[in-house]
């Protein structure tokens, strides 16, 4: 089963507009969510996380958003910019205990000029 | 510390041939992942070390997987009788226990089964 879904394979977006990338997860268990970045022949990049106890959370262009009741959590990119493109997963983990990771399918951002 | 290196990066190897990879961790960080991605699929878990101690393994990793990180340092992935279906890229982790934002990912060795 899969217990974190990010439903959209893949979004095009003007430099400079807002990516809104999302993500959907079922296990309740789940208290910490991250997203992260690949590029191409790289491991992912931790970009930003959000604890349960939140409802966003906000680094410079990126901002999480978790809605807890909707089981759902999106990631904003604004300003984007043509290095924004890559392939974006979320994962969602729980804190105590091995605190492994679970990763949705990914979506390829493209950032177009 | 340059962050988690993995070797080799890339693999290629017949099939029932055994291959090994190696994961050298961040120097500080006490727990060590395996991770597999195959294509269009986020990566999944598979095993998970604190210090030299094997505390979990998925029911993905099969009996001809096998993991060790003696003295608690790198770690190794070894797969024996290689099938096809396990050509995936194969990633390394690291952490300090009690931060899950402390993980840092290796680069990977790409594994392909012919």
Redesign the interface.
């Known amino acids: 089963d899969q217990q974190?879904k990010?439903n959209s394979?893949s979004l095009s977006v003007q430099e400079g507009r807002i990516s809104i990338l999302n993500c959907d997860y079922t296990n309740s268990m789940f208290d910490?969510f991250?997203w992260?970045k690949k590029y191409p022949?790289?491991?992912?990049?931790?970009l930003i996380?959000i604890s349960s106890i939140k409802d966003k959370n906000e680094d410079g262009r990126f901002t999480v958003f978790l809605n807890k009741s909707a089981k759902h959590l999106s990631l904003h990119i604004v300003p984007s910019q043509p290095g924004d493109s890559a392939v974006y997963?979320c994962?969602a983990?729980a804190?105590q205990g091995?605190?492994?990771?679970?990763?949705?399918?990914?979506t390829r951002l493209t950032i177009n000029p | 510390d340059t962050g988690?290196s993995q070797d080799p990066r890339h693999k290629i190897t017949k099939r029932g041939q055994n291959v090994t990879f190696r994961c050298d961790p961040i120097s500080e960080h006490n727990?060590l992942?395996w991770?597999r991605q195959t294509l269009?699929?986020?990566?999944?878990?598979l095993t998970?070390f604190q210090n030299e101690a094997q505390?979990?393994k998925s029911r993905l990793l099969s009996d001809r997987f096998s993991a060790e990180r003696p003295k608690g340092s790198f770690s190794t992935l070894e797969i024996q009788r290689t099938e096809q279906g396990d050509s995936a890229m194969y990633?390394c982790?690291s952490?300090f226990?009690l931060r899950?934002?402390g993980?840092?990912?290796?680069?990977?060795t790409r594994l392909t089964v012919v």
């Open positions: 974190v990010q394979p910490y991250l992260y022949a790289e491991g992912p990049t931790f996380s997963f994962a983990s804190i091995a605190q492994k990771l679970v990763f949705g399918q990914g | 988690v727990r992942y991770y269009g699929q986020g990566p999944e878990f998970y505390l979990e990633l982790a952490s226990s899950v934002t993980y840092t990912f290796g680069s990977g």
